[in-house]
């Protein structure tokens, strides 16, 4: 009787063995990225928390699936509410796209002299095997001369743009808002004048940036540099207490503004008029921790790759320990019954 109790306890000590592997596996599924966002406005005017106006407006968003990505874009918006008139905006949720605008000579006999376009915007989101991505751009005039195929002119006016891509990995978004874009000729080639004017840009990879003034690549009064922290103090020290307050040039983690004016106390009776400001966030894809030899060792951080590839860590390790783990259990626990077995023979 004593060896027939020895080798139920034989058997049953190892059959746990082999259900404790299954669940290594679940341990490879990797957290998703965050869904990624990113928005930007070229001018906004808001009143007791409220949007009144808005110019240039951009969103965008994607997530792990077409129905949490979307695009928004408002040339001009009055009110809280999106446009509902499809000549100065539009949105898109799921794949699809959408454009439109209140005036654009694209598509008429125009085109071998340029483009004209007022309130010109498009919307996007297109899934394929990388992911999910998302665009939107918005502009209150832009205007394009290039008689010929030689580009003469190219004039924007309170323009933003916003992206945002998802993956399995990471999800990624950015965005840039600019007061006035101003060509003339073909700087590229050192012939012309390339002139920005109040930019703001900010991702979720990079950070936030912006600056007052960009002659042909030479940036001026920068979130980062002297003259840009001097504007910054000229425009904190012009202000009349509960009336006017001013900020410029501004950057802090994901966000950046290029003008600020609080107008009132910022309460309820308050306005706040903001010119170029860019936001965007996202993220990686974490993996749980790994549980190796009874310790729990801290995922790996995900390397930067500049395709939405799978990382190669955790997802791709842990099925095969998992598949090792449970061979040997299973072997295990045959052992054990094998034991058990010839300890009951020996019994009897």
């Not at 993956?167 to 007061?179: E, L, V």
């Not at 020290?237 to 307050?245: G, S, T, V, Y």
């Not at 930067?304 to 090792?324: C, D, F, K, S, Y």
Request: proline share 7%; aromatic share 2%; net charge negative.
């Amino acid at each position: 009787m004593r060896v027939r109790r020895l080798g139920n306890i034989i058997g049953v000590g190892f059959l746990p063995a082999v259900f404790s592997a299954a669940p290594l596996s679940a341990l490879a599924q990797t957290t998703p990225p965050p869904p990624a966002e990113a928005e930007a406005y070229a001018a906004q005017l808001q009143a007791g928390g409220q949007q009144v106006v808005a110019v240039g407006h951009t969103q965008a968003t994607a997530g792990p699936d077409a129905g949490s990505s979307a695009a928004h874009a408002g040339a001009i918006e009055i009110g809280p509410e999106p446009p509902g008139d499809a000549h100065v905006g539009g949105s898109q949720t799921g794949s699809g796209g959408a454009k439109g605008s209140t005036f654009d000579t694209a598509g008429t006999g125009f085109d071998q002299l340029g483009r004209v376009a007022l309130t010109p915007w498009f919307v996007l989101m297109a899934e394929d095997g990388t992911g999910r991505h998302s665009r939107a751009h918005a502009a209150l005039l832009e205007l394009v001369l290039n008689p010929g195929g030689n580009k003469v002119l190219d004039v924007r006016l309170l323009t933003s743009d916003s992206a945002a891509d998802h993956s399995s990995s990471k999800s990624t978004a950015a965005s840039s808002a600019d007061g006035v874009v101003l060509i003339l000729g073909d700087p590229a080639n050192g012939q012309g004048l390339e002139l920005w004017v109040l930019h703001s840009e900010a991702s979720s990879e990079a950070g936030a940036s912006g600056y007052l003034l960009n002659v042909n690549g030479n940036k001026l009064a920068t979130t980062s540099d002297q003259l840009g922290a001097g504007l910054r103090q000229l425009c904190a020290a012009i202000q009349i207490p509960n009336a006017l307050k001013l900020a410029c040039v501004q950057a802090s983690g994901g966000a950046a503004e290029a003008f600020q004016a609080l107008l009132g106390d910022g309460g309820a009776r308050g306005a706040l008029v903001d010119v170029a400001r860019a936001e965007g966030s996202g993220g990686a894809a974490s993996a749980p921790p790994q549980v190796l030899g009874g310790e729990v060792a801290p995922p790996p951080a995900p390397a930067p790759a500049p395709a939405p590839t799978p990382p190669a860590v955790a997802g791709a390790e842990l099925p095969r320990t998992g598949a090792v783990l449970g061979a040997v259990a299973g072997l295990l626990a045959a052992l054990g019954l094998a034991i058990r077995a010839r300890l009951c023979r020996m019994s009897d």
